[in-house]
C-alpha cells in the first residue's frame, strides 16, 4: 500500500510532522538530561532544578520513600534526597516524573500503553544492566525514553496510530513500515527529529532513531534497549500487536549472561513485579 492510497489528502494534510504542534517536553526533565553527572556542581544544579517547581519536587519525593526506593528512613527533602541517592538516581526520577507529566496533558488508552511500554522497558534495561555492570540509570533512562517518537505521532494524530494498531503486525519491522504508509512518517524518524529539536545528548539520538535497525545496535546500556523493548511486549506490555513476535522464554535466552538467569523463569512473575513498579509510580 503506497502513502497515496492509505490517507486522503486532508488526512494528509492534518498528518504533517509538524514539531511545533507537539507540547513542549518538561524543562526541568530537559534540563535534567542535558547535566553531565559525576560532580557536585551537577549534583547541586539537578537539586536547585527540582526545587524550583513545587510539583516536581513533590512528585520526586513521593517517589522517593515509595517502595521503589525503599530507604529505611523516610526523605523529607529534595537535597536529603539529592544526598541518600545519588545524581543518576535522582536524575532518572525527574525523567519518569517529567515523561508522566507530559503525557499525563492527553492520557487516552493509546497513551497510556506506551507509558506502560516505556516504563517496562526501562525496568527490564535497568535489571539487565545491573548484573551485567553497566550503567543501570542510563539503561533506564535510555528505555523510558526509546520511543518517545511514538508518544509524540500518537498525541499528534491519535486517529493514524489508531489505525496502525488496529492494523497489527506480522513481524516487528512491519510496524514502521505501517506508520509510514499511515502516518507518513515512522516512529524512529519521529523519535530523531524529537531528540534533535529538543537538543537531546547523542546517545539519545541514537537510541529514539536506531533501536529498530539490527545493523545499528549500540553496545553497552544504550544496546540493552531492544531486547528489553522486545520483552516488555512478550511480556503484554506491548503498543502493537505482533503476531509472530518471539516467546518471553525465547528472548531471555538470548539476553547474555548473566542477566537471563536473575529473570524469572515465569512470565507471568515478572509481569506481575513489573505491574507493582508501575503502580507505585502512578500512585506516586
Ligand atoms: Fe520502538
Ligand atoms: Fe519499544
Known amino acids: 500500500m503506497t502513502p497515496a492510497t492509505a490517507i486522503s489528502k486532508a488526512e494528509q494534510t492534518e498528518l504533517r510532522w509538524d514539531l511545533d504542534r507537539i507540547p513542549p517536553f518538561p524543562a526541568i526533565a530537559l534540563k535534567a538530561l542535558n547535566l553531565m553527572s559525576g560532580t557536585d556542581t551537577s549534583l547541586l544544579e539537578l537539586c536547585n532544578l527540582i526545587r524550583s517547581d513545587l510539583a516536581f519536587s513533590t512528585a520526586v519525593l513521593r517517589i522517593a520513600n515509595s517502595p521503589l526506593v525503599a ?17 543518576q538516581r535522582l536524575r532518572t526520577m525527574v525523567i519518569t516524573v517529567g515523561l508522566r507529566a507530559y503525557l499525563k496533558g492527553s492520557f487516552t488508552p493509546l497513551i497510556q500503553s506506551c507509558w506502560h511500554h516505556s516504563i517496562a522497558c526501562a525496568i527490564i534495561a535497568e535489571r539487565s544492566a545491573k548484573w551485567r555492570f553497566l550503567d543501570k540509570d542510563f539503561a533506564y533512562t535510555a528505555g523510558i525514553l526509546h520511543d ?113 538467569n536473575r529473570f524469572p523463569a ?12 508501575i503502580a507505585a509510580i502512578e500512585s506516586a
Not at 266 to 277: D, G, W
Open 266 to 277: 515465569e512470565a507471568e512473575e515478572l509481569c506481575c513485579e513489573i505491574a507493582n513498579e
Open 148 to 260: 518517545i517518537g511514538r508518544v509524540a505521532m500518537a498525541t499528534l494524530m491519535p486517529e493514524a496510530y489508531a489505525r496502525v494498531i488496529e492494523r497489527g503486525a506480522d513481524q516487528p519491522q512491519d510496524i514502521l513500515q505501517s506508520e509510514l504508509e499511515l502516518c507518513g512518517i515512522d516512529h524512529c524518524q519521529a523519535g530523531r527529529s524529537l531528540v534533535t529539536a529538543w537538543n537531546l545528548p547523542d546517545a539519545f539520538l541514537a537510541i529514539a532513531a536506531c533501536h529498530h535497525n539490527p545493523e545499528a545496535r549500540a553496545v553497552g546500556a544504550a544496546g540493552l534497549v531492544p531486547p528489553s523493548c522486545e520483552l516488555a511486549d512478550a511480556l503484554g506490555f506491548a503498543v502493537i500487536r505482533c503476531r509472530s513476535g518471539r516467546s518471553y522464554a525465547e528472548i531471555l535466552a538470548a539476553f547474555p549472561e548473566p542477566a537471563r
Open 71 to 87: 530507604f529505611s528512613k523516610e526523605i523529607t527533602s529534595v537535597l536529603q534526597a539529592s544526598i541518600l541517592l545519588g545524581f
